[in-house]
């Protein structure tokens, strides 16, 4: 497995923007696609994101679409998630995750390894 660990959440308002980092190690990061998910308070976790492998594939959830970019650094071993137009509703923690199946790049069963997660809040 590879091990990740993101950074890069923090307290921001309603409007502004933020960068998640995801750094990876262990195995060959350019061999695995990485996706980005988030968790609400009391709510499950939810895909955010993903990018293939091979690049530059990208696949993201609605509520994000033109707001959120996902971008990786093979030769840094990193997955970024550039986060625009912030709103409340996107206050959550997020998560980093690493797979290897060709088909699922927007569940959370085509990821085997996950990061501890960085917390996001945005205040209105």
């Known amino acids: 497995q590879v091990q990740l660990v993101e950074s890069g959440g923090g307290l921001v308002q309603a409007g502004d923007s933020l960068r998640l980092s995801c750094a990876a190690s262990g195995r060959t990061f350019s061999n695995y696609n990485m996706g980005w998910f988030r968790q609400a308070p009391e709510k499950e976790r939810e895909f955010v994101a993903s990018i293939r492998w091979s690049g530059p594939e990208t696949y993201y959830a609605d509520s994000v679409k033109g707001r959120f970019t996902i971008s990786r650094d093979n030769a840094k071993n990193t997955v970024y998630l550039q986060m625009n137009a912030l709103k409340p509703e996107d206050t959550a923690v997020y998560y980093c995750?690493?797979?290897?199946?060709?088909?699922?790049?927007?569940?959370?069963?085509?990821?085997?390894?996950w990061g501890q997660g960085t917390p996001v809040t945005v205040s209105s």
């Open positions: 995750a690493a797979g290897s199946n060709w088909y699922i790049l927007s569940r959370e069963a085509g990821f085997a390894s």
